[in-house]
């Protein structure tokens, strides 16, 4: 065979790691493209290349023996359909692939197998299953700015979007493919192992193929192929994998099916029990979620105050009941109407029965007694900057915990009113529930952090952000740490 065996252009990058050279062959193959590509337990491999024009070539590699075979340290065997003008090329690809295992097998150490010394030195400790254990299993030899010959790259690997998590969906791990100049999107979606048709399966996990409108001879194909084969290599069935839920990787900006700032909070035990308004058309569903993991719900017959529906959750009947019977006088009033000393202790009895700090309930049970968007000062206002403006005039230091004012307004800690930016009982509360989204989704408790330090500002109509109007009054408060 006659060929040159350096690297295409296009496939420069790829040739770091113990596959490096094996991976950069591939890559670079011009108008073949790699359909299959499967490690076999003698540690030798196959390969399926596929031409454009329908001729294709399987390759079995294996380690020759001293002094015979096609090259130094491997030997390929070969069977397929090719024309006659497509000869000389499929010898360049053949030997462009043939000494790119002889480059891998010099790397290793003396006596590993063609599929040892591909995947490199083998993976130990414990692994938590997402997009970086999925990185590092690609690494390096799939990083950033590889391509194909024919512009595919793998653009993204990142956890896919499920904004479906009440069902306690399972994390999934999205390895996107797209190609310079646009053409049809491929991926390959990585998630724990089951029994289901797959693409490909490694020890611990399954993969499914997705894309549509490429090519047979697409580099897409070869970059899936390549994908699913360092998985397989790199997956160690001897090293435990934990796989957490949709949420490990939930960032600030998703949009969620749930609160999340209520839910795992209320899951983990750090909340007594829930008022959640949602629309009439997934009460049902929400209900069926959480009988099935054991918590009892119900739903307000009436809701003047709002469209939705307000359901009630806790942990045992007693709880549900007493709470919505707390709750059903107050969202039976007509809005705006003035309260009765019987609504302003029932607004109490609500908030003591969610587990609010007593003295909170107690500012804003005193806020509800002369109306809620009255100024102490006079003047009216919305009842979020009353309500701020109130618990900053109480403030020393003002903590992020206890911030209630970014402009996304279910981001927050605390899902009442603080009575001040530095509550202790306020900030034991706030605790817990960060504590408890940690554990669940430590993305979102990171980018939660950031988010709650620094300025923040709330005009009288209660707009915040870059919402407040310059028109009107604005309160704006430091959160100077967390």
């Not at 999205?174 to 089951?194: H, L, M, T, Y």
């Not at 909070?265 to 569903?285: I, N, S, T």
Request: glycine share 10%.
């Amino acid at each position: 065979m006659t060929g040159s065996s350096g690297e295409d252009e296009g496939a420069q990058g790829a040739g770091r790691g113990a596959a490096g050279p094996f991976v950069a062959a591939l890559l670079g193959l011009g108008e073949f493209a790699c359909e299959r590509l499967e490690p076999r337990e003698d540690g030798s491999v196959s390969l399926q290349l596929r031409g454009g024009q329908g001729d294709w070539i399987e390759i079995t590699a294996s380690t020759a023996a001293a002094g015979r075979g096609h090259f130094g340290r491997c030997a390929l065997s070969l069977r397929g359909q090719v024309s006659a003008a497509r000869r000389a090329e499929t010898a360049v690809a053949v030997e462009r692939i043939g000494r790119a295992i002889d480059a891998c097998l010099e790397r290793a150490p003396a006596g590993c197998s063609i599929v040892r010394a591909l995947a490199g030195p083998p993976r130990e400790g414990s692994v938590v299953f997402g997009s970086e254990a999925v990185r590092a299993m690609l690494s390096p030899e799939l990083g950033p700015g590889v391509r194909t010959t024919d512009g595919h790259r793998i653009t993204v690997i990142e956890a896919e979007p499920n904004p479906r998590v009440m069902g306690d969906a399972p994390l999934r791990v999205s390895v996107q493919i797209g190609r310079e100049g646009g053409g049809a999107p491929f991926a390959i979606v990585v998630e724990k192992r089951d029994e289901r048709p797959a693409y490909a399966r490694t020890a611990h996990l399954s993969m499914s193929h997705h894309g549509t409108g490429a090519g047979r001879a697409s580099g897409a194909h070869t970059l899936c192929a390549l994908i699913a084969f360092l998985l397989r290599l790199r997956d160690n069935p001897d090293v435990a994998m934990t796989f957490p839920g949709a949420l490990a990787e939930v960032g600030l900006g998703a949009t969620l099916d749930v609160d999340v700032f209520e839910w795992i909070p209320f899951a983990a035990g750090v909340k007594p029990a829930l008022r959640h308004e949602v629309p009439y058309a997934r009460v049902e569903e929400l209900v069926q979620w959480l009988e099935r993991r054991g918590f009892v719900a119900a739903v307000a017959e009436e809701n003047r105050r709002t469209p939705d529906a307000v359901v009630y959750v806790a942990r045992t009947l007693e709880g549900v009941r007493e709470l919505a019977s707390a709750d059903a006088p107050i969202v039976q009033a007509l809005p705006g109407s003035i309260p009765t000393p019987q609504l302003v202790r029932l607004q109490g009895r609500v908030g003591e029965l969610l587990g609010y700090p007593a003295c909170c309930v107690e500012a804003f049970t005193a806020r509800v007694a002369r109306e809620v968007h009255r100024r102490i000062g006079g003047g009216e206002a919305h009842e979020h900057f009353v309500a701020a403006e109130e618990a900053a005039s109480r403030t020393s230091v003002f903590h992020g915990r206890l911030n209630d004012l970014l402009p996304q307004r279910a981001a927050r800690l605390v899902s009442f009113f603080p009575c001040r930016y530095d509550c202790p009982a306020a900030l034991a509360w706030a605790d817990g529930v960060f504590a408890a989204i940690e554990a669940q989704a430590p993305r979102l408790a990171r980018e939660l952090g950031s988010a709650l330090v620094g300025r923040m500002v709330i005009d009288v109509d209660g707009a915040r952000g870059d919402a407040v109007s310059a028109a009107v009054e604005v309160l704006a408060l430091e959160f100077d740490r967390f």
